[in-house]
T-cell receptor
Framework: DGGITQSPKYLFRKEGQNVTLSCEQN?????MYWYRQDPGQGLRLIYY???????QKGDIAEGYSVSREKKESFPLTVTSAQKNPTAFYLC??????????????FGSGTQLSVL | QKEVEQNSGPLSVPEGAIASLNCTYS??????FFWYRQYSGKSPELIMS????GDKEDGRFTAQLNKASQYVSLLIRDSQPSDSATYLC????????????FGKGTKLSVKP
């Protein structure tokens, strides 16, 4: 089955620790995205990537880093510089960006909490 | 600052009624509009997209777009308890999906 796989489902971070959230897709989509969702809030864009080895900052990139070494994979690292990391993190993909009618497909999400 | 505004609700309707969800946006250049459904603790799922003025129907769902008034709405006919979820409005301001702005969502509760 094609889809987007996020892992882990739940993640706990200690103060000063970096943690990495995994996102893998087998939809052959070019574009991938990371969103953050806080309770009662909409989705806010952290980073997105249109092609391998290239990515752009979204609205709230500070304290986060990404890589896109393979088309299928777009991991997100939450660094110790992100002082309020507790949130629901969603990875998404679309066939290609640059087309305004492109639809997003989401993974199942990772809930990150601070110990 | 481009914004997408939704009434947070909760919006409560009886089973079988029509649920009406509204969304307004701030930038007239917007051309693509999407409605996502999100169940509690789950990821969003696309249910409707609309690109031109007027109505678009898909089963029990109808999306309505009025670019002059800068609003987009979602009607759910014959509402079912399984429709109880948060509905997110998303607007693409152009260029790429990096320009997709989400509203905070409206929580819908359908009472049996």
């Amino acid at each position: 089955d094609g889809g987007i796989t996020q892992s882990p489902k739940y993640l706990f971070r200690k103060e000063g620790q970096n943690v990495t959230l995994s996102c893998e897709q087998n939809l052959n989509h070019d574009a991938m995205y990371w969103y953050r969702q806080d309770p009662g809030q909409g989705l806010r864009l952290i980073y997105y990537s249109q092609i391998v080895n290239d990515f752009q900052k979204g609205d709230i990139a500070e304290g986060y880093s990404v890589s896109r070494e393979k088309k299928e994979s777009f991991p997100l690292t939450v660094t110790s510089a992100q002082k309020n990391p507790t949130a629901f993190y969603l990875c998404a993909s679309s066939l290609q960006t640059g087309l305004m009618r492109e639809k997003l497909f989401f993974g199942s999400g990772t809930q990150l909490s601070v110990l | 600052q481009k914004e997408v505004e939704q009434n947070s609700g909760p919006l409560s309707v009886p089973e079988g009624a029509i649920a009406s969800l509204n969304c307004t946006y701030s930038d007239r250049v917007s051309q693509s509009f999407f409605w996502y459904r999100q169940y509690s603790g789950k990821s969003p799922e696309l249910i409707m997209s609309i690109y031109s003025n007027g109505d678009k129907e898909d089963g029990r769902f109808t999306a309505q777009l009025n670019k002059a008034s800068q609003y987009v709405s979602l009607l759910i006919r014959d509402s079912q308890p399984s429709d109880s979820a948060t509905y997110l409005c998303a607007v693409n301001y152009g260029g790429s999906q990096g320009n997709l702005i989400f509203g905070k969502g409206t929580k819908l509760s359908v009472k049996p």
